[in-house]
Structures are given as structure tokens and as C-alpha cells.
T-cell receptor, first 117, second 115 residues
């Protein structure tokens, strides 16, 4: 079945450590996204990538880094510079956008919950 | 700038009663509107979308939404609520001429269906 796979589901980190969250999709989607979700808040965009080897900062990119070496993969690294990393992280993808013949709806993975100890 | 407002953090409804989850939006161009549902510790699932055409959109699990251009609203509705509908619901909007990043989410509404 096609979909988006995020791993790990739960992750614990000590302060000062970098951690990498995996996101893999087999939907053949060009665009991929990372969102952060905190209780009582909507989704906030961290980074997004429209094509391989290209990505842009979202609204809260500080303390995070990404890479897009393959179409299927868009890993997110939470660095030690991120002061409050405890959150639920969601990866998403979309096939095409308005203007490209699509509607831009997002397909989401099941999320990764990061807790800083 | 585009925005989405979900004015109710929490909506409670009795099982079998109709439910409404409210959403209003602001966008400069033609709106592309979406509803998603999220169960605890899960990702978001797509429910329905409005792009153009009929103002009443039908989606998954018996949900529907009504697009009202004059009131810039896109309320989610269901004629008869189920306990299993209890979840967090997000409204989202995209500018029809927008770029890759321009999907804005509301803050979410927690729906609780009481048995």
C-alpha cells in the first residue's frame, strides 16, 4: 500500500543531542513537508521541499535541518540549537499544486513524538 | 496573508445528534479548503475538500461541509454523530494560485461525542 512512513514513533533525547526523524513516501509525490504540532496549537511548518536537492525554510526552521537526496526521503534533524524540541512531528507530501493541475491536499504520516529528558 | 479561524476549541454533542464544527477563512485568491481529522497520537487524515462547484461537499465517514463565500466559512457537518467521531478536527486553506508552502491550518477543534 502507498503511504508515508515515519520512524521512530517515539523518541527520547537528552539535552544537547541531535536526533534525526525519518520520513519515507512511496506515493511518487514531488513535494514533502515537515510540521510541528504542540498541544492547543495548529500545525506549524518547519521545512518543505518541492524537488530533490532543494528545500526551503518554513515558519519555524531555527534549530532544525533537512536534506532531500532522494525523492522518497525527507529526513528531519532536530539539533541541539532547538531550545524546546519536545513536540509531535508530522511529515506530509502532496502530488501537485494549484496551477499544476492539482489541488494541493496533503497526505500525512503517523507522526513521531520527541521528548527531551 | 491567508488565515484560518476555528472559533471553538471544544465541541460536545450527544450521540445521534447533528454536529457542526466551524471554520472561517481569509485568502486573497480563490480558496481551496480542506478538513482533516486526527485521532490521538496519529497523523492527520483527509476528510474532504472544496475546490469549485457545488457548495455542499461530501466526504469520508458521512461528513459534509458547506462552502459559503459571502461569509467566508467552511463549516464541517454530520447529520448524526457517533462516539467514534470523537477526535481533533482541523480546517485548512490554500490560495488557488499559491505556492508550495501556502497551506494554512486552523488551531483545531476537539470534538467529543457523548454516549
Amino acid at each position: 500500500d502507498g503511504g508515508i512512513t515515519q520512524s521512530p514513533k517515539y523518541l527520547f533525547r537528552k539535552e544537547g543531542q541531535n536526533v534525526t526523524l525519518s520520513c519515507e513516501q512511496n506515493l511518487n509525490h514531488d513535494a514533502m513537508y515537515w510540521y510541528r504540532q504542540d498541544p492547543g496549537q495548529g500545525l506549524r511548518l518547519i521545512y518543505y521541499s518541492q524537488i530533490v536537492n532543494d528545500f526551503q525554510k518554513g515558519d519555524i526552521a531555527e534549530g532544525y535541518s533537512v536534506s532531500r537526496e532522494k525523492k522518497e526521503s525527507f529526513p528531519l534533524t532536530v539539533t541541539s540549537a532547538q531550545k524546546n524540541p519536545t513536540a509531535f512531528y508530522l511529515c506530509a507530501s502532496t502530488r501537485s499544486f494549484p496551477g499544476q493541475g492539482g489541488t494541493g491536499e496533503l497526505f500525512f504520516g503517523e507522526g513521531s513524538r520527541l521528548t527531551v529528558l | 496573508a491567508q488565515s484560518v479561524a476555528q472559533p471553538e476549541d471544544q465541541v460536545n454533542v450527544a450521540e445521534g445528534n447533528p454536529l457542526t464544527v466551524k471554520c472561517t477563512y481569509s485568502v486573497s485568491g480563490n480558496p481551496y479548503l480542506f478538513w482533516y481529522v486526527q485521532y490521538p497520537n496519529r497523523g492527520l487524515q483527509f476528510l474532504l475538500k472544496y475546490i469549485t462547484g457545488d457548495n455542499l461537499v461530501k466526504g469520508s465517514y458521512g461528513f459534509e461541509a458547506e462552502f459559503n463565500k459571502s461569509q467566508t466559512s467552511f463549516h464541517l457537518k454530520k447529520p448524526s454523530a457517533l462516539v467514534s467521531d470523537s477526535a481533533l478536527y482541523f480546517c485548512a486553506v490554500r490560495d488557488g494560485a499559491g505556492s508550495a508552502r501556502q497551506l494554512t491550518f486552523g488551531s483545531g477543534t476537539q470534538l467529543t461525542v457523548l454516549p
